[in-house]
């Protein structure tokens, strides 16, 4: 069984800064794409970023310049950088990873809320 856990919210003033952090646990063969994704009240789910490998990242155009996705595979861990905050930016952050065990599968973390507000 894989777990993808989360941490790293939290509130922050609008042009602060935060890290998230997701971990990924359990009988886990390999990693292909690791990223994050938001959920704002009353909006649709959206790609914030991804990352195949350190040559291969995707963004979402409103939060380009501003966040930078890494990854540690010794870790299988998965980071988000998010600078200039901006009051559009509040959602849950969700964690997401393409990955396998016995096959492949995505895996979500439970979520973890980035308030921006002054």
């Known amino acids: 069984q894989v777990q993808l856990v989360e941490s790293g919210g939290g509130l922050v003033q609008p042009g602060g800064s935060l890290r998230l952090s997701c971990a990924a646990s359990?009988?886990?063969?390999?990693?292909?794409?690791m990223g994050w994704y938001r959920q704002a009240p009353g909006k649709q789910r959206e790609l914030v970023a991804a990352?195949?490998?350190?040559?291969?990242?995707n963004y979402a155009t409103s939060v380009k310049g501003r966040f930078t996705i890494s990854r540690d595979n010794a870790k299988n861990t998965v980071y988000l950088q998010m600078n200039n905050l901006k009051p559009e930016d509040t959602a849950v952050y969700y964690c997401?990873?393409?990955?396998?065990?016995?096959?492949?599968?995505?895996?979500w973390g439970q979520g973890t809320q980035v308030t921006v507000s002054s």
């Open positions: 990352t195949a490998s350190a040559s291969s990242t």
């Open positions: 997401n990873a393409h990955i396998a065990t016995m096959r492949w599968d995505d895996y």
């Open positions: 359990g009988s886990i063969f390999s990693i292909a794409v």
